[in-house]
């Protein structure tokens, strides 16, 4: 039975008495009714008192009928302005409804962009789409890694489905087309549709189908693939995937058809009947999208898309699971790492500031000891200088005293001589009167 | 659903239980129940009671055949279908639990174990590349009480302390064919005081919307905690071949609702609740434990005391604000770097403008001197000069004179010739 090999794809018997790190889990017959079988039940019922949450993204050119087939689907007339188109590039409106059937409550979410294919260049048109889904992500791993969570009350706002509205030329996608969707498949479920196809005809809209469908092929876009896995389901899914791109038509004006009020849209020529599966896809769609896939296009999103966001996310900021010696890593492990390398990088920060600052200081001190040198050096000068000077000033005075000297002995001298002349004079004198008087 | 189908207006998304539903059949289920109590007092046979099968029999014996020196933690895994539905059982016993004559601490390898489970899951649950996550966290406890008719013991009191905040607690009076249906009153009475007393908080089942499921929930919750009685064996009475315990004076059966309350119990655990236990032993039990489990690692940080109330961000985000505020602490250290560092150079250079200042007053001063000592010198000289002048004058005028005088003479003599 492959549901059961499947699952327990590990399995093995035990043979040892007790298995108690073991894997294995033996089957045991049971010999009455024990009542697990109600566990299906039981989560839908608490499934049903949660509520449900779908978010679908539109994307298409402006005046492809997104609005209106949304209307159409879901049966209600959304509120919302016509869209306003004053804004260059491209803009994302989400609005959510709580929507009741029965006793399911539906939060859903529709997201429409504005603007989509009216620029020139449209080479950037993608992004804000990109940017849009990749913020959902984001906050849902955000509060997926926040040390206390409340997950089980989050309100998902990630995109569930996206519907691509192809316009019919009839001819082939356009480039745009092909570039978001390459963009997008990755990201989101993409399940495109040909919009407003009441303006093909049958025999042109099969040609259509069948060009779509191979030029998504050969540019490699993975388009969402309602699941075969499940045999309750398979046989209608892998029929429906078949009809790929549906072809939808939608009205919220009703025309009385026989005495039945149908939602169609009204032509001279006929009316084209929106439910009337001869006329367009539309009850295929509604049939995919939400009666029978629903569920599963949420689970896509959470196991495909979001990890794949959430892995890319993470190793981007350098996690790892093995270390390099391909040893797993337990999530304290990891943390950790990642804190004392971050730990290192900070005190590596203050590490260089601190040297820069003390090279900074060396240097400076560097400079003011040159300056002050070169202070000393001058005044050293000066004072040689100084001591020039004086030397010079004592040696004038030293010649000075000497001249002083000399003058005082030739005047000591002098006034001796003049002293012995006076004398000598006079008794000269005498010599001289007494030769006179001889 | 036809009938919706056909409906006006039907958009379909009433069908999305259904969905939930196929899905989760395909899946299949997991439970884990732990069994905790003493040897002997039936465990195993509860267990096999519970689940209708021989989960414990001659080639799986029960831990209770085994004697344990210390408390071992043992699982047992089976695969059980019903209805279409798969469901993945395992069982947790702890032989030995009690057993001992010192039973101190003999609950710490239960929590262990349930602490292992859920890093177990913790780590898968946070590796980067995440694959099916098998849940094998213990999403209930059944706790044995033995039925003393007094109350609860020491050790079970501790227990259950211990392990109502890290798992579903389910306290069962086990044996409960040994006391009459006063004395199991009065017991269970005096059981729920004492929980209510030591403030343990026993698994609670939650209210529904619909008022008639209240009313059934309101008459469980009285008859807690549940007294059962489990049985292998399969007797006949009436007629009706049923599970139970022969005694001379008549057969307890176990799924008598007058005998015990064993089918509560089974409708409670397995065909009502059980999911309930897995969502909150997912979104109580274990958030608990992860956010203690990185609380802690986060604080390991640079400012333990600061992080204390940063709990409700991811580990990755409150880096980006450490690295914020670091960012901010750089600046102002640089700031404050720059400061001292103006100022310090400030003062230097004051210090050798001071220095220079000096020297130069110094140079002046010792200029000036020296311009006073030339100054002095120069008034000497000229005063010497001077001197010498009028000397050398007065010498002149001497000589002149006395050449005068010695002509005069001479004239004089000339004269007399």
């Given at each position: 039975?492959?549901?059961?090999?499947?699952?327990q794809s590990?399995?093995?018997?035990?043979?040892?008495?007790?298995?108690?790190?073991?894997?294995?889990a033996?089957?045991v017959?049971?010999?009455?009714h024990?009542?697990?079988?109600?566990?299906?039940?039981?989560?839908?019922?608490?499934?049903?008192?949660?509520?449900?949450?779908?978010?679908?993204?539109c994307?298409?050119?402006?005046?492809?009928?997104?609005?209106?087939?949304?209307?159409?689907?879901?049966?209600?007339?959304?509120?919302?302005?016509?869209?306003?188109?004053s804004?260059?590039?491209?803009?994302?409106?989400?609005?959510?409804?709580?929507?009741?059937?029965?006793n399911?409550?539906?939060?859903?979410?529709?997201?429409?962009?504005?603007?989509?294919?009216d620029?020139?260049?449209?080479?950037?048109?993608?992004?804000?789409?990109?940017?849009?889904?990749?913020?959902q992500f984001?906050?849902y791993?955000?509060?997926?890694?926040?040390?206390?969570r409340?997950l089980?009350?989050?309100?998902?706002?990630?995109?569930?489905?996206?519907l691509?509205?192809?316009?019919?030329?009839?001819?082939?996608?356009?480039?745009?087309?092909?570039?978001?969707?390459k963009?997008?498949d990755?990201?989101?479920?993409?399940?495109p549709?040909?919009?407003?196809?009441?303006?093909?005809?049958?025999?042109?809209?099969?040609?259509?189908?069948?060009?779509?469908t191979?030029?998504?092929?050969?540019?490699g876009?993975?388009?969402y693939?309602?699941?075969?896995?499940?045999?309750?389901?398979?046989?209608?899914?892998?029929?429906?995937?078949?009809?790929?791109?549906?072809?939808?038509?939608?009205s919220?004006?009703?025309v009385?058809?026989?005495?039945?009020?149908?939602?169609?849209?009204?032509?001279?020529?006929?009316?084209?009947?929106?439910?009337n599966?001869?006329?367009?896809?539309?009850?295929?769609?509604?049939?995919?999208l939400?009666?029978?896939n629903?569920?599963d296009?949420?689970?896509?999103?959470h196991?495909?898309?979001?990890?794949?966001?959430?892995?890319?996310?993470?190793?981007?900021?350098?996690?790892?699971d093995?270390?390099?010696?391909s040893?797993?890593f337990?999530?304290?492990?990891?943390?950790?790492?990642?804190?004392?390398?971050?730990m290192?990088?900070?005190?590596?920060?203050?590490?260089?500031?601190?040297?820069?600052?003390?090279?900074?200081?060396?240097e400076?001190?560097?400079?003011?000891?040159?300056?002050e040198?070169?202070?000393?050096?001058?005044?050293d000068?000066?004072?040689k200088?100084?001591?020039?000077?004086?030397?010079?000033?004592?040696?004038?005075?030293?010649?000075?005293?000497?001249?002083?000297?000399?003058?005082?002995?030739?005047?000591?001298?002098?006034?001796?001589?003049?002293s012995?002349?006076?004398?000598?004079g006079?008794?000269?004198?005498l010599?001289r009167?007494?030769?006179?008087?001889? | 659903?036809?009938?919706?189908?056909?409906?006006e207006?039907y958009?379909?998304?009433?069908?999305?239980?259904?969905?939930?539903?196929?899905?989760?059949?395909?899946r299949?289920?997991?439970?884990?129940?732990?069994?905790?109590?003493?040897?002997?007092l039936?465990?195993?046979?509860?267990?096999?009671?519970?689940?209708?099968?021989?989960?414990?029999?001659?080639?799986?014996?029960?831990?209770?055949q085994?004697?344990?020196?210390?408390?071992q933690?043992?699982?047992?895994?089976?695969l059980?279908?019903?209805?279409?539905?798969?469901?993945?059982?395992t069982?947790?016993d702890?032989p030995?639990?009690?057993?001992?004559?010192?039973?101190?601490?003999?609950?710490?390898?239960?929590?262990n174990?349930?602490d292992?489970?859920?890093?177990?899951?913790?780590n898968?649950?946070?590796?980067?590349?995440?694959?099916q996550?098998?849940?094998?966290?213990?999403?209930?406890?059944?706790?044995f009480?033995?039925p003393?008719?007094?109350?609860?013991?020491?050790?079970?009191?501790?227990?259950?302390?211990?392990?109502?905040?890290?798992?579903n607690?389910i306290?069962?009076i086990?044996?409960?064919?040994?006391?009459?249906?006063?004395?199991?009153?009065?017991f269970?009475?005096?059981?729920?005081?004492?929980?209510?007393?030591?403030k343990?908080?026993?698994?609670?089942?939650?209210?529904?919307?619909?008022?008639?499921d209240?009313?059934?929930?309101?008459k469980?919750?009285?008859?807690?905690?549940?007294?059962?009685?489990?049985?292998?064996?399969?007797?006949e009475?009436?007629?009706?071949?049923?599970?139970g315990?022969?005694?001379?004076?008549?057969?307890?059966?176990?799924?008598?609702?007058e005998?015990?309350?064993?089918?509560?119990?089974?409708n409670?655990?397995?065909?009502?609740?059980?999911?309930?236990?897995?969502?909150?032993?997912?979104?109580?039990?274990?958030?608990?434990?992860?956010?203690?489990?990185?609380?802690?690692?986060?604080?390991?940080?640079?400012?333990?005391?600061?992080n204390?109330g940063?709990?409700?961000?991811?580990?990755?985000?409150?880096?980006?604000?450490?690295?914020?505020?670091?960012?901010?602490?750089?600046?102002?250290?640089?700031?404050?770097m720059?400061?001292?560092?103006?100022?310090?150079?400030?003062?230097?250079?004051?210090?050798?403008?001071?220095?220079?200042?000096?020297?130069?007053?110094?140079?002046?001063?010792?200029?000036?001197?020296l311009?006073?000592?030339?100054?002095?010198?120069?008034?000497?000289?000229?005063?010497?000069?001077?001197?010498?002048?009028?000397?050398?004058?007065?010498?002149?005028?001497?000589e002149?004179?006395?050449?005068?005088?010695?002509?005069?003479?001479?004239?004089?003599?000339?004269?007399?010739?």
């Open positions: 039975f492959h549901r059961e090999a499947k699952f590990s399995r093995h018997l035990c043979d040892s008495a007790f298995d108690s790190q073991g894997e294995g033996r089957s017959p049971l010999s009455g024990v009542g697990f079988d109600s566990m299906p039940d039981q989560l839908v019922n608490k499934s049903v008192n949660h509520g449900f949450c779908f978010n679908i993204l994307v298409g050119e402006t005046g492809l009928g997104k609005s209106t087939l949304m209307d159409t689907l879901f049966n209600t007339k959304f509120e919302g302005e016509p869209m306003q188109h804004q260059p590039g491209v803009q994302l409106r989400s609005s959510t409804y709580e929507l009741q059937e029965s399911v409550r539906l939060k859903l979410t529709i997201v429409n962009t504005i603007g989509f294919g620029q020139i260049n449209k080479e950037d048109s993608y992004k804000p789409i990109v940017e849009f889904i990749d913020t984001e906050a791993l955000q509060e997926e890694l926040k040390i206390k409340t089980h009350s989050y309100h998902d706002s990630r995109v569930h489905a996206c691509y509205f192809i316009a019919p030329t009839g001819h082939s996608l356009k480039s745009l087309d092909l570039v978001t969707m963009k997008l990755s990201k989101v479920n993409i399940i549709i040909i919009a407003k196809s009441d303006a093909i005809s049958k025999s042109e809209l099969a040609k259509f189908k069948i060009k779509i191979s030029e998504l092929v050969s540019n876009v993975q388009i693939q309602f699941p075969t896995d499940d045999e309750t389901v398979a046989e209608i899914n892998s029929n429906m995937n078949g009809h790929l791109p549906f072809a939808v038509v939608g919220t004006e009703e009385k058809i026989g005495n039945k009020m149908v939602k169609a849209r009204q032509y001279p020529w006929g009316t084209v009947q929106v439910e599966e001869n006329h367009c896809d539309f009850v295929k769609l509604r049939e995919m939400i009666r029978v629903m569920e296009l949420r689970e896509q999103t196991t495909r898309h979001y990890e794949l966001y959430r892995r890319c996310k993470l190793e981007e900021m350098g996690f790892k093995t270390d390099p010696d040893k797993p337990s999530l304290q492990e990891t943390y950790e790492a990642k804190r004392n390398e971050f290192g990088e900070l005190q590596k920060k203050e590490e260089e500031m601190r040297q820069m600052f003390v090279q900074r200081v060396k400076k001190e560097a400079e003011l000891k040159e300056a040198k070169e202070l000393h050096e001058k005044f000068r000066l004072k200088l100084h001591q020039e000077e004086k030397k010079k000033l004592e040696d004038k005075k030293k010649a000075l005293d000497d001249e002083l000297n000399i003058f005082k002995q030739k005047k000591t001298a002098a006034e001796l001589l003049q012995q002349a006076q004398q000598a006079g008794s000269t004198t010599k009167d007494k030769e006179r008087k001889k | 659903h036809d009938d919706m189908e056909n409906l207006g958009v379909g998304f009433a069908n999305l239980p259904n969905q939930v539903y196929r899905k989760s059949v395909k299949g289920f997991e439970f884990t129940l732990m069994v905790v109590g003493e040897s002997g039936g465990k195993s046979t509860l267990i096999n009671s519970l689940f209708l099968t021989d989960l414990y029999s001659k080639e799986y014996p029960g831990p209770s085994r004697i344990k020196k210390t408390v933690v043992e699982q047992s895994k089976v059980v279908k019903e209805g279409g539905v798969q469901l993945t059982l069982i947790v702890t030995g639990f009690g057993d001992a004559v010192d039973n101190s601490n003999c609950w710490q390898p239960v929590i174990y349930i292992s489970k859920c890093e177990d899951f913790l898968a649950e946070s590796r980067v590349n995440r694959r996550m098998p849940d094998n966290r213990v999403h209930c406890c059944l706790y009480i033995a003393s008719g007094h109350g609860l013991k020491p050790l079970d009191i501790e227990f259950m302390k211990r392990l109502h905040d890290k798992v607690i306290p069962l086990a044996k409960a064919d040994t006391m009459t249906p006063e004395e199991c009153q009065h269970k009475k005096q059981i729920m005081k004492e929980i209510q007393e030591h343990i908080k026993i698994y609670e089942f939650p209210d529904t919307e619909e008022d008639e209240n009313k059934l929930i309101r469980i919750k009285e008859r807690m905690p549940l007294a059962v009685v489990g049985s292998n064996v399969v007797v009475v009436n007629g009706r071949k049923v599970r315990r022969q005694y001379p004076w008549g057969v307890a059966e176990v799924e008598n609702g005998h015990c309350d064993f089918t509560v119990l089974r409670m655990l397995i065909r009502t609740h059980m999911q309930d236990l897995k969502d909150v032993t997912n979104n109580v039990h274990y958030e608990n434990y992860r956010s203690r489990k990185l609380a802690a690692v986060t604080c390991n940080g640079v400012d333990g005391t600061k204390k940063q709990l409700t961000k991811s580990p990755l985000a409150q880096m980006e604000e450490e690295r914020r505020e670091h960012v901010m602490k750089m600046k102002k250290m640089e700031s404050e720059e400061q001292v560092f103006e100022m310090k150079v400030k003062e230097k250079k004051q210090k050798l403008k001071d220095s220079e200042a000096e020297l130069e007053r110094r140079h002046e001063q010792m200029k000036r001197n311009e006073a000592q030339y100054k002095e010198l120069e008034e000497k000289r000229r005063q010497f000069e001077e001197e010498k002048v009028n000397w050398e004058a007065q010498q002149r005028l001497l002149q004179q006395k050449l005068d005088v010695t002509m005069e003479k001479n004239k004089k003599k000339g004269k007399i010739f």
